[in-house]
């Protein structure tokens, strides 16, 4: 596919993408409260997560499976998204508290490479990003992100089972209440 196509593509998803985000944070963020769904069949949604591989912010594949293990949050967002804008911050916060415990946030961005390398950068992320463009849709839905909205954020145990989503922005304080007991 040419690079004009694909950039073509990629601006119409990414605007489709920011009228359901936008209208998804405004069905999900009720209130400082907002809890996260818990999923009736974890290991469904987790399995293809596991499976994916995508570059990195150097353009190196990933494999998804290598934190297989760990307690995982995994965000999809975008830098041109809002809501995502807003929480990204506080998950630098939650990965900082909680990194010698075995919690990993995994960023995989539904963007081009180089404006997520530029975002990274100044806002400081430390955790893994990858790049997953059109693709990283896809691979959100069948983690459960039902509304294919940014963000989505699913949360997977030791055991490889999403033990929560979250389609829309998602607080400091529902994701410390979830993601602590499970440390």
Do not use: H
Request: glycine fraction near 10%; hydrophobic fraction near 45%.
């Amino acid at each position: 596919m040419g690079k004009a196509i694909q950039g073509l593509l990629i601006g119409l998803v990414s605007l489709a993408a920011l009228g359901l985000g936008y209208l998804s944070s405004q069905f999900w963020n009720t209130g400082p409260g907002t809890a996260l769904e818990m999923p009736a069949a974890g290991n469904a949604g987790a399995e293809p997560l596991f499976l994916a591989s995508l570059p990195d912010l150097a353009g190196r594949p990933q494999a998804v499976s290598q934190w297989k293990g760990k307690v995982l949050v995994v965000n999809f967002w975008a830098t041109w998204c809002s809501p995502c804008r807003e929480e990204i911050p506080e998950f630098i916060q939650v990965q900082d508290k909680y990194r010698d415990r075995g919690l990993v946030f995994l960023g995989i961005a539904v963007d081009q490479a180089e404006q997520v390398r530029a975002y990274s950068k100044e806002v400081g992320i430390n955790y893994p990003v990858l790049v997953g463009e059109l693709d990283a849709m896809e691979l959100s839905r069948k983690a459960g992100n039902t509304l294919n909205g940014l963000p989505f954020t699913a949360i997977i145990d030791r055991a490889g089972r999403i033990v929560g989503t979250k389609a829309g922005r998602l607080t400091q304080a529902a994701l410390e209440s979830v993601v602590s007991p499970l440390l």
